[in-house]
């Protein structure tokens, strides 16, 4: 069965200090890979996308991820955390085969401490 | 560019009465999406449109939910009657183009008593 795992619930990071979100997958091919956010009270926000080519996606609000075929993995990385950043992060993958449907993680929370 | 929209953004009811929500996409996105997302988990799909087709709808339980996208844009999602267990966040989404990047709207919080 096609699965995205998210191995930590919560992640605590000082504020200034990198921060990375683990995401792995096991979907069949060569599947395009998504994080998105979500703030209280509202609903996902995109932040970056994985298609093809370079490993490493730069995406809004300073965030960036690493693809990493051999290890089916979607880190979510930044490299100095902002308080502001405390919020739900969502790895999702879409099959480019198949049903092409859209499997999310359970979602990670990331906290920010000052 | 005006977002997706969503409404109600909450709604109580009693179990086995009927509810309804509303979704109105990204103007020009061709694909919408419903999603049940419960407390501490990632979104679900229920449903998929393409224009007005529900061209994935495996995970939507028939026997209670019914969903339509009339003309290809707004969307309607329904219950009925609803259960104990529907109490959960219902987020509808739209996209354009592949692959595709979703934009969600708020979602509309259900608690059903």
């Known amino acids: 069965a096609q699965s995205v795992a998210q191995p930590e619930d919560q992640v605590n990071v000082a504020e200034g200090n990198p921060l990375t979100v683990k995401c792995t997958y096991s979907v069949s091919g060569n599947p395009y890979l998504f994080w998105y956010v979500q703030y209280p009270n509202r609903g996902l926000q995109f932040l970056l996308k994985y298609i093809t080519g370079d490993n490493l996606v730069k995406g809004s609000y300073g965030f960036e991820a690493e693809f990493n075929k051999s290890q089916t993995s979607f880190h979510l990385k930044k490299p100095s955390a902002l308080v502001s950043d405390s919020a739900l992060y969502f790895c999702?993958?879409?099959?480019?085969?198949?049903?092409?449907?859209?499997?999310f993680g359970a979602g990670t929370r990331l906290f920010v401490k000052a | 560019e005006a977002g997706v929209v969503q409404s109600p953004r909450y709604k109580i009811i009693e179990k086995k009465q009927p509810v309804a929500f509303w979704c109105n996409p990204i103007s020009g996105h061709n694909t919408l999406y419903w999603y049940l997302q419960n407390l501490g988990q990632g979104p679900e799909l229920l449903i998929r449109y393409e224009n007005e087709e529900a061209v994935d709808d495996s995970q939507l339980p028939k026997d209670r939910f019914s969903a339509e996208r009339l003309k290809g844009v707004d969307s309607t999602l329904k219950i009925q009657p609803a259960e104990l267990g529907d109490s959960a966040v219902y987020l509808c989404?739209?996209?354009?183009?592949?692959?595709?990047?979703?934009?969600f709207g708020p979602g509309t919080r259900l608690t059903v008593l």
């Open positions: 999702a993958v879409r099959p480019n085969t198949g049903g092409f449907k859209t499997i």
């Open positions: 989404a739209s996209s354009s183009g592949t692959p595709d990047t979703q934009y």
